[in-house]
């Protein structure tokens, strides 16, 4: 298993809760393909907010 942490200082905003809509590929210009990458190709996707930042956590079969 492969675990990939990323942390940051940003607005808080749960990946895990956004409901990412499947649009053609020539409207994702303004986001979204990201979290639907990671839905599709994770194992687990884990979301906390501690001391006023986002932790998202990956983990990925290999």
Do not use: P
């Not at 303004?30 to 884990?46: C, E, F, L, N, W």
């Not at 986002?54 to 990925?60: A, C, S």
């Amino acid at each position: 298993m492969l675990e990939v942490v990323f942390v940051d200082d940003g607005v808080h905003f749960d990946t895990t809760g956004y409901d990412a809509q499947e649009s053609d590929f020539e409207l994702l210009d303004d986001g979204g393909m990201g979290i639907s990458i990671i839905r599709q190709t994770a194992a687990a996707v884990k979301y906390e907010r501690a001391d006023e930042k986002n932790i998202l956590t990956l983990d990925f079969e290999i």
